[in-house]
Nanobody, 131 residues
């Protein structure tokens, strides 16, 4: 199995920063060829569909971002800690959502913005940005 545990959410004012973390673990995760692993962040606001935020190849070489966060958010990973981060700067009230970490795999390990690509999901962490 694969376990994904998010942390780092909270309540902040507009313009502030937060860093989310996602720790991956499990026997199945440890058996993966890491060049095939892709980690993604999605978010879901009340009454809205879950949407793509950012993704990264496990190598860290390739990243992808939603246009709405491209200039403000940064995704990275620490392979030694099996952890992926989402650095969120210049937060806006419209960034308020539950943020989910996800894991998917492909032969090339290229990031994907499609929800269906990801097989494992964390429980989510709440981010609330007040105006």
């Amino acid at each position: 199995q694969v376990q994904l545990v998010e942390s780092g959410g909270g309540l902040v004012q507009a313009g502030a920063s937060l860093r989310l973390s996602c720790a991956a673990s499990g026997r199945t995760f440890s058996s993966y060829t890491f060049s095939t692993v892709v980690m993604g962040w999605f978010r879901q606001a009340p009454g809205k569909e879950r949407e793509f935020v950012a993704a990264i190849s496990w190598s860290g070489i390739t990243t992808d971002y939603a246009d709405s966060v491209k200039d403000r958010f940064s995704i990275s990973r620490d392979s030694a800690k099996n952890t992926v981060y989402l650095q969120m700067n210049s937060l806006k009230p419209e960034d308020t959502a539950v943020y989910f970490c996800a894991l998917g795999r492909s032969p090339g390990g290229n990031p994907s913005g499609s929800r269906s690509f990801y097989n494992y999901w964390g429980q989510g962490t709440q981010v609330t940005v007040s105006s």
